[in-house]
């Protein structure tokens, strides 16, 4: 599986799966979650809305999928990170469960690309070096027949950073 590093917009990459930091109501929120739900129309919040009607919220480090709507992408994976509490412990099983049941997720659907925010690091302060170490570990122990790129899509320069440095040890 290749991994990949852009900084970009999310909501702008072609891939067969992106990822949206949701949060568990998922209808929409700010940062990813408010950018994915604009630019992907109203399709996106009516097939959230289906899915709540079915099992209530989502619940952290679970993850459902809906089509992308006028996104570029075929299908949009909300996962619900964890807000930092200083729980290193439980925050870190939290978010490697994000990822986790993601890539599963986006193997069930045949993805062969699928491109992952930085989740829980913008509104949600989980510490972005601590999270970035984490997205990486679960994306390389991950092993698919299926799924053959991973794009983590970084929205500010420090996140880039800190992933370009992982990465490359």
């Known amino acids: 599986m290749?991994?990949?590093?852009?900084k970009d917009d999310i909501t702008k990459i072609e891939a067969d799966a992106i990822v949206n930091a949701a949060n568990s109501s998922l209808l929409g929120g700010g940062g990813v979650d408010g950018a994915i739900h604009r630019n992907g129309g109203k399709q996106i919040l009516e097939e959230c809305?289906?899915?709540r009607n079915k099992q209530g919220k989502c619940k952290t480090g679970e993850a459902v999928v809906t089509t992308a709507g006028n996104l570029p992408a075929k299908y949009v994976i909300h996962t619900v990170g964890p807000?930092?509490?200083?729980d290193e412990e439980k925050g870190t099983k939290l978010l490697a469960n994000c990822y986790k049941n993601s890539l599963e997720l986006a193997e069930s659907l045949d993805v062969k690309t699928?491109?992952?925010p930085n989740i829980s690091t913008g509104v949600y302060q989980f510490p972005k070096e601590l999270a970035a170490k984490i997205a990486i570990n679960e994306v390389k122990k991950f092993?698919?027949?299926?799924?053959e790129k991973v794009i983590f899509v970084c929205f500010d320069e420090?996140?880039?950073e800190i992933y370009r440095n992982l990465l490359e040890k």
């Not at 290749?2 to 852009?6: F, S, T, V, Y």
């Open 158 to 160: 420090e996140n880039e």
């Open 114 to 116: 699928i491109a992952f």
């Open 2 to 6: 290749k991994i990949e590093l852009i």
């Open 49 to 51: 809305i289906e899915i």
């Open 83 to 86: 807000v930092w509490n200083g």
């Open 143 to 147: 092993k698919s027949e299926i799924l």
